[in-house]
Structure formats: structure tokens, C-alpha cells
């Protein structure tokens, strides 16, 4: 199973998602079968280049260490690779259903309702805040991947992931 989180540039919330979703998944021993990455639909501006530095001390706060991560531009061949896109916000996913070929834009989702994150529709960019707005986009990428992690553990042989 390959899980590619989505925000706008790669450099905020998508690394603290992939950092938070394989830290949540080593945790529940599902890391033999389960890879995470993530990448920007406009990723082109920050491409090769780390995470913000507050990510990297937000996901650090936590015990994540998301510092080697390094910005990519989402491609259409992600959705060839990629069993799953979880998307930041709505424009992540329009943009990303965009560029996906025929057939294959319904990988892409909605991380938070998707989840069953009561009450929110999509993670805030917290690039122009502070600390705290760091805090809440992470507080909600944390709870979106237990979600995940505790559907991946339900799922059968045939690789369907349960509601």
C-alpha cells in the first residue's frame, strides 16, 4: 500500500503528514506493507528544498523528525504509483484530480473528511502564521493519520480500506 500526502508547495502541511502518518504507522507495526510520501501541486517552487523550518520544529515538538524530507511537484504518474492521494485542502484536490489520467482522479481524496475528522474540511495552511497555526495544521494531520492507521489495519486481502 502507497500513501502520497498533498498540500499546495510540500514544504508545510504534506511533510508534517507524511511524518506524522509513518510515525503512526511504524507505531502500529504495519511499516512492512504500508510507504508514505508526499508531495506539492505546486511544488515546482520548492522542489529539492526541505521543510519549513517551523514544520521541521513543530513535527521535531512531537518527536518527528521530518528534516531529510525534500520538496516534489506532484506527477501524473503519482496516480499510477500511489494507491491513495490524501489532499491538504480543496484546492489540492481539484488540482490534483487535474493532472490525474482518466479514471483515476477518485485516488485522490480529502484527507480530513475522508478520515471522518468531524467538522473540518481541509488542513489550514499554516505557512503565513506563527507557531500556533503550526500547532492546529498539526493537531488535524495527527488526528486524520490514527484514523488512517486504524482503517489500514482493517482492511482485507483484497486491499479495500474500510470506512
Not at 45 to 51: T, V
Not at 53 to 65: F, T
Not at 148 to 160: F, Q
Request: aromatic share 6%; net charge negative.
Amino acid at each position: 500500500m502507497k500513501l502520497l500526502v498533498v498540500c499546495l508547495g510540500n514544504i508545510c502541511r504534506s511533510p508534517m503528514g507524511e511524518g506524522i502518518l509513518q510515525a503512526r504507522i511504524a507505531e502500529a507495526g504495519l511499516d512492512s506493507w504500508v510507504q508514505v510520501d508526499s508531495a506539492g501541486t505546486s511544488g515546482h517552487w520548492h522542489a529539492g528544498r526541505g521543510p519549513d523550518p517551523r514544520a521541521v520544529a513543530c513535527a521535531r515538538g512531537h518527536g518527528v523528525d521530518i528534516s531529510a524530507q525534500r520538496a516534489r511537484q506532484l506527477l501524473a504518474e503519482d496516480f499510477e504509483e500511489y494507491d491513495l492521494i490524501l489532499c491538504a485542502d480543496d484546492d489540492n484536490l481539484r488540482d490534483a484530480r487535474a493532472l490525474a489520467p482518466a479514471g483515476l482522479e477518485a485516488r485522490a481524496v480529502l484527507w480530513l473528511p475522508w478520515a471522518g475528522i468531524d467538522g473540518a474540511d481541509g488542513v489550514p495552511d499554516p505557512y503565513y502564521g506563527d507557531v500556533r497555526d503550526f500547532e492546529t495544521s498539526w493537531a488535524l494531520l495527527d488526528a486524520a493519520a490514527q484514523v488512517t492507521v486504524r482503517r489500514l489495519s482493517r482492511r482485507d486481502d483484497s486491499g479495500i480500506i474500510p470506512a
